[in-house]
């Protein structure tokens, strides 16, 4: 039998999940306006001060919506050596929170086996502008598609402040060793404002004496697709300098990481209009 994280690994990848070979940190920005707030929201029956649970890591919340998520400060994982496990957090608040950072303790068994805190990684999860997928991506009218502003993009910022009356999900990531002995690790995942502590939630992982393969052994067939340039116009690099190569390579390390073995390659200056307008192939 498969083990949970595989089996809802393509709504991991969608999600942009995760740190894998990707060490940079990216600067932080501002979120574009919500074009339809929740207006019914009773922001004002919320205490004062920052809000939070553990959630269903198949759930999206809205910016402006107040979650009404069962309370829960224990989260139970189970997966194989070398296996992935992720859940997220749901934070929320009537007032502002300024810098809320995540940090994790080791993980310990009762025979005293220890995991560093260092497997785990907390990313917070950002609102991009998105539309309907009406008839497909065809050349539109954008005034003819609502648009709506959704959750979807992972960051790797160390903290992140809140603004008052939203709420926002910081993603969980543990990478079990290879060589991890079965059994039971428990630790901690902290949510700090400017360093203090301020929600404690427990992590408990059921290790499985089961192997997960490296991903460059896996046999499932996986093609997202990618394009180059808009790494280049992003950064305001020439495509395909040194720095471009540099600037791709945590990507496309991330891809393969999660068992793409396959490149996107343009032979048509115009695949998308209206970009790129330069081939990946020189004739």
């Known amino acids: 039998?498969?083990?949970?994280?595989?089996?809802?690994?393509?709504?991991?990848?969608?999600?942009?999940?995760?740190?894998?070979?990707?060490?940079?940190?990216?600067?932080?920005?501002?979120?574009?306006?919500?074009?339809?707030?929740?207006?019914?929201?009773?922001?004002?029956?919320?205490?004062k001060g920052l809000q939070a649970s553990l959630s269903n890591p198949l759930l999206k919340y809205s910016k402006g919506a107040i979650p009404l998520p069962s309370h829960q400060d224990t989260w139970n994982a189970q997966g194989w050596k070398g296996e992935r496990v992720f859940t997220q957090i749901i934070m929320w608040s009537a007032d502002s929170v300024d810098k809320v950072e995540c940090a994790f303790s080791?993980?310990?068994?009762?025979?005293?086996?220890?995991?560093?805190?260092?497997?785990?990684?907390?990313?917070?999860?950002?609102n991009v502008l998105t539309d309907e997928f009406g008839g497909g991506c065809d050349k539109r009218k954008p005034e003819d598609f609502q648009v709506?502003?959704?959750?979807?993009?992972?960051?790797?910022?160390?903290?992140?402040?809140?603004?008052?009356?939203?709420?926002?999900?910081?993603?969980?990531?543990?990478?079990?060793?290879?060589?991890?002995?079965?059994?039971?690790?428990?630790?901690?995942?902290?949510?700090?404002?400017?360093?203090?502590?301020?929600?404690?939630?427990?992590?408990?992982?059921e290790v499985i004496d089961q192997d997960l393969p490296v991903s460059s052994e896996w046999k499932f067939y996986l093609d997202m697709w990618q394009n180059p340039y808009s790494v280049s116009r992003y950064h305001q690099v020439k495509p395909w300098s040194n720095e471009h190569w540099q600037l791709l390579r945590?990507?496309?390390?991330?891809?393969?990481?999660?068992?793409?073995?396959?490149?996107?390659?343009?032979?048509?200056?115009?695949?998308?209009?209206?970009?790129?307008k330069i081939p990946m192939k020189v004739w």
């Open 1 to 47: 039998m498969l083990p949970k994280a595989k089996m809802i690994y393509l709504f991991w990848i969608v999600l942009l999940i995760s740190r894998s070979g990707l060490s940079q940190v990216t600067p932080a920005y501002e979120e574009a306006h919500d074009p339809h707030p929740d207006k019914n929201a009773q922001w004002s029956q919320i205490p």
């Open 106 to 126: 080791d993980f310990l068994s009762p025979s005293s086996e220890l995991f560093p805190g260092s497997i785990a990684t907390a990313q917070y999860v950002r």
């Open 148 to 205: 709506s502003l959704v959750s979807d993009v992972l960051d790797t910022i160390r903290f992140i402040s809140i603004s008052p009356q939203t709420s926002r999900s910081v993603w969980l990531t543990i990478d079990i060793p290879p060589a991890a002995r079965p059994g039971i690790y428990n630790g901690k995942v902290s949510l700090l404002i400017q360093g203090k502590v301020s929600k404690e939630f427990t992590i408990v992982i």
């Open 250 to 276: 945590p990507l496309m390390s991330m891809l393969a990481n999660a068992g793409q073995k396959t490149i996107t390659t343009t032979i048509n200056k115009r695949p998308w209009v209206p970009r790129p």
